[in-house]
């Protein structure tokens, strides 16, 4: 049962039309990589950082779903300095279960009277 609902959300991840692979592109990348080889393998950065200690910091961003739903968030950050990238990093966040409305997900609402549909 487990197998088959991992399939249907990689199946279904796969089907939104989502970004390409990042974890692979973020593994394939070498500490010592100029800005332009980070980008041929991963893309353009979804955010550049300046920092006050002198080094860029590129952000990219993968979002995992399930239909409409975020499944899960995992950001991605190379850190650059003198043109090179010195340090990589990932911050995964996976959003609690409860933050959904079960009673939003049960029912509709007609905005201009206030009934239940």
Not at 20 to 40: D, W
Not at 52 to 71: H, L, P, Q
Request: proline residues 4%; glycine residues 8%; aromatic residues 10%.
């Amino acid at each position: 049962m487990k197998k088959s609902i991992l399939f249907l959300l990689i199946l279904s991840a796969c089907s939104t039309g989502g970004s390409v692979n990042k974890m692979g592109a973020y593994q394939e990348v070498p500490i010592g990589a100029t800005p332009s080889e980070v980008i041929a393998l991963v893309g353009e950065p979804y955010a550049v950082h300046q920092k006050s200690d002198g080094t860029v910091e590129y952000e990219y961003i993968e979002r995992i779903t399930a239909g409409s739903r975020n499944m899960e968030t995992r950001h991605y950050y190379f850190v650059l300095k003198d043109g090179q990238v010195i340090s990589k990093r990932i911050k995964q966040t996976t959003p609690p279960a409860y933050t959904f409305d079960s009673f939003d997900m049960q029912t509709t609402q007609n905005r201009n009277s206030g009934e239940i549909e």
